[in-house]
């Protein structure tokens, strides 16, 4: 991806699509995800797979997490967690537009534009 592909990438802006999510005493976010469909009801039955699975987040994602609100894009994110995390968050857009294809990938949440 070149960098004008990776700008026009940092204006969408994120949606949650999974709502149901924890947060434990270290700040650790996890999310839980149903699992529905027809392929996963016979996994459940089958080779005892379960209803729900646990996303656990990595300190980056836990803090990424609640800012996703639907209102606020990826660059505006960016200089939330470039506050919080500093140098450590280098090379910050690269990295967070590799977290949120991800994160769509995987239907957690929907990039509007």
């Given at each position: 991806?070149?960098?004008?592909?990776?700008?026009?990438?940092?204006?969408?802006?994120?949606?949650?699509?999974?709502?149901?999510?924890?947060?434990?005493?270290?700040?650790?976010?996890?999310?839980?995800?149903?699992?529905?469909?027809?392929?996963?009801?016979?996994a459940?039955?089958?080779?005892?797979?379960?209803?729900?699975?646990?996303?656990?987040?990595?300190?980056?994602?836990?803090?990424?997490?609640?800012?996703?609100?639907?209102?606020?894009?990826?660059?505006?994110?960016?200089?939330?967690v470039?506050?919080?995390?500093?140098?450590?968050?280098?090379?910050?857009?690269?990295?967070?537009?590799?977290?949120?294809?991800?994160?769509?990938?995987?239907?957690?949440?929907?990039?509007?534009?």
């Open positions: 991806m070149n960098k004008s592909q990776n700008q026009n990438f940092l204006e969408f802006v994120p949606q949650r699509k999974i709502e149901r999510f924890s947060t434990d005493e270290k700040g650790v976010i996890t999310l839980e995800i149903e699992n529905k469909g027809v392929f996963n009801r016979v459940q039955k089958l080779f005892e797979k379960p209803k729900i699975s646990y996303i656990h987040l990595d300190e980056m994602g836990s803090f990424v997490w609640p800012h996703i609100d639907g209102k606020r894009d990826i660059t505006e994110i960016g200089v939330l470039k506050e919080h995390f500093g140098d450590k968050a280098e090379p910050l857009y690269p990295r967070l537009a590799q977290y949120f294809k991800i994160l769509e990938s995987y239907g957690f949440v929907k990039l509007n534009k």
